[in-house]
Structure formats: structure tokens, C-alpha cells
């Protein structure tokens, strides 16, 4: 039931872009990104409540088509900030939050 | 930070003994989360209370419980330790529009 996180790990140097992705097998009833420093919590980014929803905060947008069960998350002009893990969640019946395995990104100067 | 506070931060415990880590809550959130992260994984859920009632649970045994008080804060209990329960239990809680609020985290190392 865990959602499929690609890719494993991406490096960027400052101002790239990547994309993570996040599939589930299982209708959804939500997909939450987070993002997690080495040696803390993860913090919230986004949700995505609703099927074809986009959102955006500051440079970093995510997408989420309802009906292929997928969602990607969208970093532009990348900074060394951006580093850390990135986390797809995803709900099925609104109580049962899973995480993919994780996205590990690298910006370097 | 996130006003979710974790206790202990740290613990050693061995094979055989059982464990309890707490977990207060943001002000206001009725709903709390438990999830386990091994290192370099992502977090598995374990279960949610809400409003002191268990909510939903992911595949664990019961030898992992909770408690949910009046006041929402949280108990996490393992007992029987493994070596494998070897992680950071996260605990996290979460408002009306769904967003988890995670705390610092409770690393436990089983011996």
C-alpha cells in the first residue's frame, strides 16, 4: 500500500530543476509532500485534496491526476536549501497516512 | 518548530522490555499519529487516535499500542522489544485540513 517514489535520489547544482514523482497502485483520497533534513522532522510542503489539483509554494508545485494515481512534485531554480528527503504521503480513507521511501536531493553551489 | 514536544529524545533499551514514549500535541489538534522510521526509510504508519480513540492502524502487532488522553496528548507502548523496532518513532498531529505536524522524534535503540 505504500506509495512508489522515483527518482531514489537526484543532485542538482543551484538553479536546476527536478521533478520527484509518486504513484500508488490504490485510489486516493490525498497526496502530502514533505521534506525531511538529515537528523529532523519532516516538515509539511503540500496537499492535494482534490483529482488534476495543482499547487504551489514559492518555487516548489506539485500536481495530482486522480485517475492515474499519481503525483509529482516540482522544484524550479533549485537552491541549496532544497537539500534533504522528499516525501510522497497518501491517503486512501483520510486516516491512514503512507510515505514512500523517499527522494533524496542534493543541491550543490 | 511545529509545537509537537516528544519524550525521551533517546532511550536504550534491550530485547524483552517494553518501552513508553510520549507525545503532546498542537494546541487545538484533536488527531495524533504515531509512525516508525527506520534509518533511510520513509515512515511506516502505525496508528492515529482521535479524540482518544484508535482511528486507523498500518501493519503492526499488538505488542504496539497507544493511548490517546483528554487533553490529546499521546502514548506510544511497545512491549516484548525486538531488535528490529530499532528507529525514530515519530509522533505527529494534525488539524482539520489534514497536515501532519511532526516532533522531533524519540530515537530507541534495542540491544
Known amino acids: 500500500q505504500q506509495p512508489v517514489q522515483s527518482p531514489q535520489a537526484v543532485i542538482l547544482r543551484e538553479g536546476e530543476d527536478a521533478v520527484i514523482n509518486c504513484s500508488s497502485s490504490k485510489a486516493l483520497y490525498s497526496v502530502h509532500w514533505y521534506r525531511q533534513k538529515h537528523g529532523e522532522a519532516p516538515v509539511f510542503l503540500m496537499i492535494l485534496l482534490k483529482g488534476g489539483e495543482q499547487k504551489g509554494h514559492e518555487k516548489i508545485s506539485a500536481s495530482f491526476n486522480e485517475k492515474k494515481q499519481q503525483s509529482s512534485l516540482y522544484l524550479t531554480a533549485s537552491q541549496l536549501s532544497y537539500s534533504g528527503t522528499y516525501f510522497c504521503?497518501?491517503?486512501?480513507?483520510?486516516?491512514?497516512?503512507?510515505f514512500g521511501a523517499g527522494t533524496r536531493l542534493t543541491v550543490k553551489p | 518548530e511545529t509545537g509537537v514536544t516528544q519524550s525521551p529524545t533517546h532511550l536504550i533499551k534491550t530485547r524483552g522490555q517494553q518501552v513508553t514514549l510520549r507525545c503532546s500535541s498542537q494546541s487545538g489538534h484533536n488527531t495524533v499519529s504515531w509512525y516508525q522510521q527506520a534509518l533511510g526509510q520513509g515512515p511506516q504508519f502505525i496508528f492515529q487516535?482521535?479524540?482518544?480513540?484508535?482511528?486507523g492502524r498500518g501493519n503492526f502487532p499488538p505488542r504496539f499500542s497507544g493511548l490517546q488522553f483528554p487533553n490529546y496528548s499521546s502514548e506510544l507502548n511497545v512491549n516484548a522489544l525486538e531488535l528490529d523496532d530499532s528507529a525514530l518513532y515519530l509522533c505527529?498531529?494534525?488539524?482539520?485540513?489534514?497536515?501532519?505536524?511532526f516532533g522531533e522524534g524519540s530515537r530507541l535503540t534495542v540491544l
Open positions: 505527529a498531529s494534525s488539524s482539520m485540513t489534514g497536515e501532519l505536524f
Open positions: 504521503g497518501t491517503e486512501r480513507m483520510g486516516n491512514d497516512m503512507r
Open positions: 487516535y482521535y479524540r482518544e480513540e484508535e482511528n
